[in-house]
C-alpha cells in the first residue's frame, strides 16, 4: 500500500489545481445541498401545515380554495354533521373567503398576495395562532394581520401599514402572526369588507373544520357525501396542503436535479483532466513506486484516492457553506393559486451526508480513467523517459 503521506504531498505540490478542482465540486455540493434544503421546507414547511384533526371543506370538483365557492347558508348544516367538535354547543366551523390582490414588491416588481377573510369565531376555531407583533384585528373593521413570512416583502405588510384593496378599500395592518408555513404568506381580514371589496357577498370559499379526533373525518366525510344537497367535498387539512404544494416540490426537485447533473458533469470532467494532468507530469513518480515493488493495484489505488480526497474537501465546504442558507427567504409562485409563498431552506445530517457522498462519486467517476492509465505506465519506460 503506498503511504498516504504521497497522496497528500501531491495535492499540496499542485495546489492551485487541487484548489480548483475542489471548488469546482464545492459549488456542485452548494447547489445540490441549496435545492434538497429548499426541497425539503416546502415538504416540511409547507405539507405538514395544519393540524390532524381539521378539515377543509370545499365544493365538489374544486382542487382549491379559489376555485371553490360554497352558499354562507351551508355553514349551519356542515356544523351538524357527525364528527364536528363544539364547544357550549357550538360547532367549531369557520367560514372563510380566499382571494388575491396584486400588490407592489419591496423591490418595485408586482405579485399576487393572498387575503383571507376571517369571521368573528376564526381565531376561536384556529386556536393555534400565536400573535408575534401588534395585535389582533377588531372584528368587523378595516384591521388587518399578516403572516410573519410575508412581512415587508410587498409594501405596505408591516406593522402599522396600509394595504390598497379595490373599491377604495384599505386595511391597515394592526398585527403579526404565526400558524404555520401554509398560512405565514396570508393577509388576514374581516370577510365582510373582503366580500364587499372582491364582489363575493353570500359566498365563501371554505370551511374550516375541527373534528372531535383525527378518526372521526371518515364519518364526517360520509355524513357530508350522504347530503347530496350540500354538494360539497372534504379533504384532511394536512392533505389539502400537500397536495398544494407537490407541484412546486415537484418543480423545485427538477429544476434542482438538471442544475446539479449540468454542474457535477462539468466538475467530473475537471477533476478528469486535472488527474490525467498528473499522471502526465508524474511518469517517473509513477515509475520509481513500480520500480519500488508497488503494483497496480496500489497505483490505481493511490490515484483514485487522491482524486476522492480532492472533491470529499470541495464537497465538505460546498455542504457547510449552504447551511446558512437556512436563513434565507424564498419567494415562490404556488401552482394552482398564482400567489406567492415564502419558504426557508431546510438544512438536515442527510442533507448534507448526500452531498458529501455525491462528491466522492464525483471524485471516483472523474479519477478512474486517469488512476487507470498511471497503473498502466511500464516501470521501464516510465525510468527511461
Same mark, same amino acid.
Given at each position: 500500500?503506498?503511504?498516504?503521506?504521497?497522496?497528500?504531498?501531491?495535492?499540496?505540490?499542485?495546489?492551485? &489545481?487541487?484548489?480548483?478542482?475542489?471548488?469546482?465540486?464545492?459549488?456542485?455540493?452548494?447547489?445540490?445541498?441549496?435545492?434538497?434544503?429548499?426541497?425539503?421546507?416546502?415538504?416540511?414547511?409547507?405539507?405538514?401545515?395544519?393540524?390532524?384533526?381539521?378539515?377543509?371543506?370545499?365544493?365538489?370538483?374544486?382542487?382549491?380554495?379559489?376555485?371553490?365557492?360554497?352558499?354562507?347558508?351551508?355553514?349551519?348544516?356542515?356544523?351538524?354533521?357527525?364528527?364536528?367538535?363544539?364547544?357550549?354547543?357550538?360547532?367549531?366551523?369557520?367560514?372563510?373567503?380566499?382571494?388575491?390582490?396584486?400588490?407592489?414588491?419591496?423591490?418595485?416588481?408586482? +405579485?399576487?398576495?393572498?387575503?383571507? +377573510?376571517?369571521?368573528?369565531?376564526?381565531?376561536?376555531?384556529?386556536?393555534?395562532?400565536?400573535?408575534?407583533?401588534?395585535?389582533?384585528?377588531?372584528?368587523?373593521?378595516?384591521?388587518?394581520?399578516?403572516?410573519?413570512?410575508?412581512?415587508?416583502?410587498?409594501?405596505?405588510?408591516?406593522?402599522?401599514?396600509?394595504?390598497?384593496?379595490?373599491?377604495?378599500?384599505?386595511?391597515?395592518?394592526?398585527?403579526?402572526?404565526?400558524?404555520?408555513?401554509?398560512?405565514?404568506?396570508?393577509?388576514?381580514?374581516?370577510?365582510?369588507?373582503?366580500?364587499?371589496? =372582491?364582489?363575493?357577498?353570500?359566498?365563501?370559499?371554505?370551511?374550516?373544520?375541527?373534528?372531535?379526533?383525527?378518526?372521526?373525518?371518515?364519518?364526517?366525510?360520509?355524513?357530508?357525501?350522504?347530503?347530496?344537497?350540500?354538494?360539497?367535498?372534504?379533504?384532511?387539512?394536512?392533505?389539502?396542503?400537500?397536495?398544494?404544494?407537490?407541484?412546486?416540490?415537484? =418543480?423545485?426537485?427538477?429544476? +434542482?436535479?438538471?442544475?446539479?447533473?449540468? =454542474?457535477?458533469?462539468?466538475?467530473?470532467?475537471?477533476?478528469?483532466?486535472?488527474? =490525467?494532468?498528473?499522471?502526465?507530469?508524474?511518469?517517473?513518480?509513477?515509475?520509481?513506486?513500480?520500480?519500488?515493488?508497488?503494483?497496480?493495484?496500489?497505483?490505481?489505488?493511490?490515484?483514485?484516492?487522491?482524486?476522492?480526497?480532492?472533491?470529499?474537501?470541495?464537497?465538505?465546504?460546498?455542504?457547510?457553506?449552504?447551511?446558512?442558507?437556512?436563513?434565507?427567504?424564498?419567494?415562490?409562485?404556488?401552482?394552482?393559486?398564482? &400567489?406567492?409563498?415564502?419558504?426557508?431552506?431546510?438544512? &438536515?445530517?442527510?442533507?448534507?451526508?448526500?452531498?458529501?457522498?455525491?462528491?466522492?462519486?464525483?471524485?471516483?467517476?472523474?479519477?478512474?480513467?486517469?488512476?487507470?492509465?498511471?497503473?498502466?505506465?511500464?516501470?521501464?519506460?516510465?525510468?527511461?523517459?
Amino acid at each position: 500500500m503506498i503511504p498516504f503521506r504521497y497522496n497528500l504531498r501531491s495535492l499540496l505540490v499542485r495546489r492551485r &489545481t487541487t484548489g480548483a478542482t475542489a471548488a469546482g465540486v464545492g459549488l456542485v455540493s452548494f447547489v445540490l445541498a441549496s435545492t434538497m434544503m429548499l426541497s425539503e421546507g416546502v415538504q416540511k414547511n409547507l405539507s405538514s401545515s395544519g393540524e390532524p384533526d381539521a378539515a377543509i371543506v370545499l365544493r365538489k370538483s374544486a382542487d382549491n380554495e379559489f376555485s371553490s365557492s360554497i352558499l354562507i347558508t351551508q355553514t349551519a348544516t356542515v356544523g351538524t354533521l357527525a364528527g364536528v367538535r363544539d364547544v357550549d354547543r357550538k360547532p367549531l366551523v369557520s367560514s372563510e373567503l380566499v382571494v388575491s390582490a396584486t400588490m407592489n414588491k419591496a423591490n418595485g416588481h408586482r +405579485g399576487n398576495v393572498q387575503l383571507r +377573510g376571517i369571521s368573528e369565531n376564526t381565531l376561536g376555531v384556529r386556536d393555534k395562532v400565536q400573535l408575534v407583533e401588534g395585535r389582533l384585528p377588531t372584528p368587523g373593521s378595516n384591521e388587518a394581520m399578516i403572516g410573519e413570512r410575508i412581512r415587508g416583502r410587498f409594501a405596505g405588510l408591516d406593522l402599522g401599514g396600509v394595504i390598497n384593496l379595490r373599491k377604495e378599500r384599505d386595511l391597515r395592518v394592526v398585527g403579526v402572526f404565526r400558524l404555520g408555513a401554509a398560512y405565514d404568506s396570508e393577509v388576514w381580514a374581516d370577510i365582510e369588507l373582503l366580500r364587499a371589496a =372582491f364582489g363575493r357577498e353570500g359566498l365563501v370559499s371554505s370551511l374550516y373544520v375541527r373534528l372531535q379526533s383525527p378518526e372521526s373525518f371518515a364519518s364526517f366525510e360520509s355524513a357530508m357525501a350522504n347530503d347530496r344537497r350540500l354538494g360539497l367535498q372534504a379533504v384532511p387539512e394536512r392533505d389539502y396542503f400537500a397536495k398544494q404544494t407537490e407541484g412546486t416540490g415537484k =418543480f423545485v426537485a427538477a429544476l +434542482g436535479s438538471l442544475v446539479t447533473f449540468l =454542474f457535477g458533469t462539468g466538475a467530473m470532467i475537471g477533476a478528469m483532466i486535472t488527474m =490525467f494532468a498528473a499522471v502526465a507530469t508524474r511518469q517517473r513518480e509513477i515509475g520509481t513506486l513500480r520500480a519500488l515493488g508497488f503494483s497496480q493495484v496500489n497505483v490505481l489505488f493511490a490515484f483514485l484516492l487522491e482524486s476522492t480526497l480532492v472533491t470529499l474537501v470541495g464537497g465538505s465546504l460546498g455542504a457547510l457553506l449552504a447551511v446558512p442558507m437556512r436563513f434565507v427567504k424564498l419567494s415562490v409562485m404556488q401552482l394552482g393559486s398564482y &400567489t406567492e409563498a415564502v419558504l426557508v431552506f431546510q438544512p &438536515t445530517p442527510r442533507i448534507l451526508i448526500t452531498a458529501l457522498v455525491c462528491a466522492a462519486i464525483m471524485g471516483i467517476l472523474g479519477g478512474f480513467l486517469p488512476a487507470v492509465r498511471a497503473a498502466l505506465v511500464s516501470p521501464v519506460s516510465a525510468m527511461r523517459g
